[in-house]
């Protein structure tokens, strides 16, 4: 298999954009309309994600990524979303 050749910030965006949109409409349908449990999904997907990751980069990279994802979540980066961290 080729490497592939870099992508620009523009390419990167709207390749991010295109899998948001594709992500959504395929999560509504797994979680709205068949009732899916959220912690079903979240299983399927970090395990897929997971697999995928330990093909390309290796389990020491993989296992260093979700260690990274797992600390920006406990500083905060979806308290503004969860209300989490806010002082009322």
Same mark, same amino acid.
């Given at each position: 298999m080729s490497t592939p050749k870099p992508l620009s910030e523009a390419q990167t965006s709207? &390749?991010? @954009?295109?899998t948001d949109r594709i992500l959504? @409409?395929? &999560?509504d349908e797994i979680i709205n309309q068949r009732e899916t449990p959220l912690v079903v999904v979240l299983d399927r997907l970090t395990t897929r994600a997971?697999? &995928?990751s330990c093909i390309a980069y290796g389990k020491h990279h993989t296992a260093r990524q979700?260690?990274?994802?797992?600390q920006t979540i406990e500083e905060g980066a979806f308290d503004h979303v969860t209300g989490e961290?806010?002082?009322n």
């Open positions: 709207e &390749l991010m @954009k295109a959504e @409409k395929a &999560l997971a697999a &995928l979700f260690r990274a994802c797992a961290g806010t002082v």
